[in-house]
Nanobody, 125 residues
Framework: QVQLVESGGGSVQAGGSLRLSCAGS????????MAWFRQAPGKEREGVAA????????IYDDSVKGRFTISRDNAKNTLYLQMNSLTPEDTAMYYC??????????????????WGKGTLVTISS
């Protein structure tokens, strides 16, 4: 069983930075699409960024492009999300997710096979 555990959330003032981590365990010998999603109160869960562990460019939602960076350390089975220039609109519960294979259709949360329980990010003005 793949298990994902997020960490690094917290409360930060607008303009600040946070780095989220997602530690994984139980992986088999496959490449995965690893992704970050977020869900704010009253809104649908949305894809933030995705990266394929087998290589290739990262994918970002337009709302975070240029501010967030997704990366991974395959040896440590850890996914990261570096978040800079944070605004109150970034306030949400952030989830990491994984699916076996490439990141086609990654924005559909239904397509993800494994989920963490989330870490809360709160940005104050």
């Amino acid at each position: 069983q793949v298990q994902l555990v997020e960490s690094g959330g917290g409360s930060v003032q607008a303009g600040g930075s946070l780095r989220l981590s997602c530690a994984g365990s139980g992986y088999t010998n496959h490449n995965y699409c690893m992704a970050w999603f977020r869900q704010a109160p009253g809104k649908e869960r949305e894809g933030v960024a995705a990266i394929y562990t087998g290589g290739g460019s990262a994918i970002y939602d337009d709302s975070v492009k240029g501010r967030f960076t997704i990366s991974r350390d395959n040896a440590k089975n850890t996914l990261y999300l570096q978040m800079n220039s944070l605004t109150p609109e970034d306030t949400a519960m952030y989830y990491c997710a994984a699916a076996i294979g490439t990141c086609g259709s990654w924005r559909s949360h239904i397509g993800m096979d494994y989920w963490g329980k989330g870490t809360l990010v709160t940005i104050s003005s």
